[in-house]
């Protein structure tokens, strides 16, 4: 017997998610954005000078700082427009996962020493 608190009303509102798709995405972006200023910094020496904003740090300080500035950014223009939406979580997922596993990559030296 089936109580009244199993019952889905089958015209139920679909909550918005998009907050939460906005957080994940600007995430990925910004992992994203950690790999590609290392990857920057070490090819380049103007850049490696460039970022390097508090000397014991060297360039990771730079490097860090910009990758916060790209993700504050992300996740501020996705919140903006996604923030009343409903958002396929598995697709915002898949890429931020993506970004995510393509950041990592990018940091190992076999990889990393590609570019």
């Known amino acids: 017997m089936r109580g009244t608190h199993d019952v889905v009303p089958v015209d ?4 918005p998610n998009g907050s939460g798709a906005a957080a994940v995405l600007s995430a990925g972006i910004g992992s994203f954005a950690v790999a590609l200023t290392s990857i920057a910094a070490d090819k380049s020496a103007f850049l490696k000078n460039l970022f390097s904003i508090y000397k014991p740090t060297g360039p990771l300080s730079g490097e860090t700082t910009l990758a916060i500035l790209v993700w504050l950014l992300a996740w501020t223009f996705f919140e903006l427009r996604w923030r009343k939406q409903t958002i396929s979580m598995s697709r915002i997922s898949a890429i931020a996962f993506g ?9 190992f030296p076999p990889i990393g020493d590609l570019f």
């Open 99 to 107: 970004l995510l596993g393509l950041s990592l990559l990018f940091t």
């Open 12 to 15: 139920t509102p679909a909550v």
